[in-house]
C-alpha cells in the first residue's frame, strides 16, 4: 500500500471518529422527538440549549457581507500579480462567506424561532464542505498548487 494510500484511509477513519459523536447525539435526538420524552431543545451532543447570540448573528452577517468582498479584491490582485497561491486564498475566502451564510442561517433560526437545534444542525451542515477543503488541500488539489505544463 502506498503512502498516501494509507495516509487517506487514515484521513477517512479520524473524520468517522470525529463525526461519530455527533451522529450518535443526533439520533439520540430524533429519538426522544420521536418517543415524546422531551422537547428538542437541545444541541446534539452536551443536552444544553444554546443561548441566542446577538453577537454572534451581527459577526456572521458582517462577515457574510465583508468576505465576498474580500474575496473579489483578493482574485483581482492575484490576476494582476499572477499569483497562484492569492488566487487560492481568494477561493477560500469565498468559501468563508458560504460558511458565515450556514453560521447566520443556524443563529437566526435558533434566535427568532426559538428552534435551538438549528444552531447545531447548521454545525453538521458545514462538515463535509471543510472536510472536502481540507482533503483538497491536503492532497494538494488547490489552485496554488497546480503544476502548469
Not at 459577526?59 to 482574485?75: C, G, H, I, T, Y
Request: aromatic share 4%; hydrophobic share 55%.
Amino acid at each position: 500500500m502506498s503512502v498516501a494510500g494509507l495516509l487517506s484511509q487514515l484521513l477517512q477513519v479520524a473524520v468517522a471518529l470525529l463525526l461519530a459523536p455527533l451522529l450518535v447525539g443526533w439520533v439520540n435526538q430524533c429519538r426522544a422527538l420521536l418517543s415524546n420524552r422531551r422537547p428538542l431543545h437541545s444541541t446534539l451532543i452536551s443536552g444544553d440549549a444554546p443561548r441566542e447570540s446577538a453577537v454572534g448573528i451581527v459577526l456572521a452577517a458582517l462577515s457574510l457581507v465583508v468576505m465576498p468582498l474580500l474575496a473579489r479584491a483578493k482574485r483581482r490582485v492575484a490576476k494582476e500579480l499572477g499569483s497562484g497561491a492569492l488566487a487560492a486564498e481568494a477561493q477560500q475566502t469565498s468559501l468563508c462567506a458560504y460558511l458565515s451564510a450556514i453560521l447566520l442561517g443556524g443563529l437566526v433560526l435558533n434566535a427568532t424561532l426559538g428552534w435551538s437545534w438549528a444552531d447545531p444542525v447548521a454545525a453538521l451542515v458545514m462538515v463535509p464542505i471543510i472536510a472536502k477543503e481540507g482533503v483538497e488541500g491536503f492532497r494538494q488539489e488547490s489552485a496554488c498548487c497546480e503544476r502548469s505544463a
